[in-house]
């Protein structure tokens, strides 16, 4: 079966740009993530949908950072603007339903603000 | 607030050494602990997992066993293999079926053949 898909793989912009990210999910899979991924750190979640609901978005700094997941499939993340401590990997990943615990990524979206 | 701790990296093994990465969590309650691993260009796979105390997680070699009186939750492999060089995340769940995924920061491992 096909993974989760991410584009584009690497961004890099200037401080306050904008910017926007791309998620496919596995076909089937109802809950979707978004996680931050700073150098050396672990995942964070940023958002969490289920369909096309928000279910957990406490991390997501609404300021500047918004998500949608129209029609409960792929899923947009944007940055608007951008800051310097914005430089990370962005992570998509995908579960089932009532199996949150087994998630699966995809290859991620190195964003680099300069 | 709950988190997870491992190990600093990276580790450096030989082939066919014995691999230790130690990983110890803080939680409320009764959390489900994993183990995720990032091979090189891929996206993170869960590797192995266990839901209860005392449970033991196993797949493709690797172990781990859920030690509630020590919070810890360390990965073992008897023999380890140059592909099993990757980055690897001791990651917990808190209870409730939408509970996210914390995560420690990530160990390295190189095996050298």
């Known amino acids: 079966e096909a993974g989760v898909a991410q584009s584009p793989r690497y961004k890099i912009i200037e401080k306050r740009q904008s910017v926007a990210f791309w998620c496919n999910p596995i076909s089937g899979h109802a809950t979707l993530y978004w996680y931050q991924q700073i150098l050396g750190q672990g995942p964070k979640l940023l958002i969490q949908?289920?369909?096309?609901?928000?279910?957990?978005d406490s991390q997501l700094p609404k300021d500047r950072f918004s998500a949608e997941r129209l029609k409960g499939v792929d899923s947009t993340l944007k940055i608007q603007p951008a800051k310097l401590e914005d430089s990370a990997v962005y992570l998509c990943?995908?579960?089932?339903?009532?199996?949150?615990?087994?998630?699966?990524f995809g290859p991620g979206t190195r964003l680099t603000v300069t | 607030g709950n988190s997870v701790t491992q190990m600093e990296g990276p580790v450096t093994l030989s082939e066919e050494a014995f691999l230790t990465i130690n990983c110890t969590y803080t939680?409320?309650?009764?959390?489900?602990l994993f183990w995720y691993v990032q091979y090189p260009g891929e996206g993170l796979q869960l590797l192995l997992k266990?839901?209860?105390?005392?449970d033991k997680g196993s797949n493709k070699g690797f172990e781990a066993t859920y030690r509630k009186e020590t919070t810890s939750f360390h990965l073992e492999k008897g023999s380890v293999q140059v592909s099993d060089s990757a980055v690897y995340f001791c990651?917990?769940?808190?209870?409730?079926?939408?509970?996210?995924?914390?995560f420690g920061k990530g160990t390295k491992l190189s095996v050298k053949p």
């Open positions: 266990a839901t209860k105390a005392d």
């Open positions: 990651a917990l769940k808190d209870g409730g079926s939408q509970g996210n995924l914390i």
């Open positions: 949908f289920q369909n096309n609901g928000v279910v957990d």
């Open positions: 990943a995908s579960s089932l339903i009532r199996r949150e615990y087994e998630q699966y």
């Open positions: 939680a409320t309650g009764y959390p489900s």
